[in-house]
């Protein structure tokens, strides 16, 4: 669980290679403006108590704090996700906070959700198969995720609180609407022994595309649909 640190580091080391050129726009603009910046409200849950708190949301004219690198969504054991728009509720929540006390009726347990007042060009979701457990390697989760290959909308999941206080829009200016591109996929039992293999997505006329393995060496063929469940169950890492 230590991904989001690496990804930063190996993305800072690919913005400084010398006498390249890029020739992604989307990859230059993640680049220059890779984070998401969200905040996160969390409400008592007694009925009676109108208490909530808001974390990460910047007053008037500050800068924004803490932005998010990647989105990390917890899976849960034996559960099966009709989209990565469905596995992503454990991350924009609503969820419950047990260990929150109310600062207002002194109470413990709230719910919590997650809003997006900024989006980047360029989205990283990480699907978090692994269960950390005292003295083992972690637990493998192979709950399925489907329809891989849909488009993300995030209108939903932004921040029009945050906008309203301000006067501004409630919409952000890279858009809310996002495609798949590129699937990571782990094999195997544990983190220490696993075999990673990734699906490309390659544009096409008719805005399908065709997807195209690469497995270390061997590139297989491209083919117009990922073939479950072998990616269902696999996919870790996912590019939009």
Not at 54 to 65: F, I, K, S, V
Not at 223 to 237: C, D, I, K, S, T
């Amino acid at each position: 669980h230590d991904a989001p640190d690496f990804f930063i580091s190996l993305r800072r080391e690919i913005a400084r290679l010398p006498g390249e050129v890029e020739s992604s726009p989307a990859w230059a603009a993640w680049l220059a403006e890779p984070d998401m910046h969200v905040t996160k409200y969390t409400t008592c849950a007694a009925a009676t108590c109108p208490y909530s708190t808001t974390d990460n949301l910047p007053a008037a004219g500050q800068p924004p704090r803490a932005p998010e690198p990647v989105v990390m969504t917890e899976l849960e054991a034996g559960a099966r996700y009709a989209s990565v728009m469905e596995a992503l509720a454990g991350w924009t929540g609503p969820g419950r906070v047990d260990d929150w006390q109310c600062p207002g009726c002194r109470r413990f347990g709230g719910t919590t959700v997650t809003r997006c007042r900024k989006l980047p060009p360029v989205l990283v979701i990480w699907l978090k198969r692994f269960r950390e457990e005292a003295g083992a390697a972690g637990r493998r989760i192979d709950a399925p995720v489907h329809r891989l290959e849909d488009d993300l909308d995030f209108t939903a999941h932004l921040d029009a609180s945050a906008d309203a206080a301000r006067g501004g829009p409630t919409t952000t200016a890279n858009g809310t609407r996002y495609r798949t591109r590129a699937i990571v996929c782990h094999h195997g039992a544990s983190l220490k022994d696993g075999h990673y293999t990734c699906w490309v997505r390659a544009p096409g006329r008719d805005g399908a595309g065709s997807w195209t393995e690469y497995d270390d060496a061997q590139v297989r063929p491209g083919q117009h649909e990922l073939p479950p469940p072998r990616v269902h169950a696999g996919a870790y890492l996912l590019a939009y």
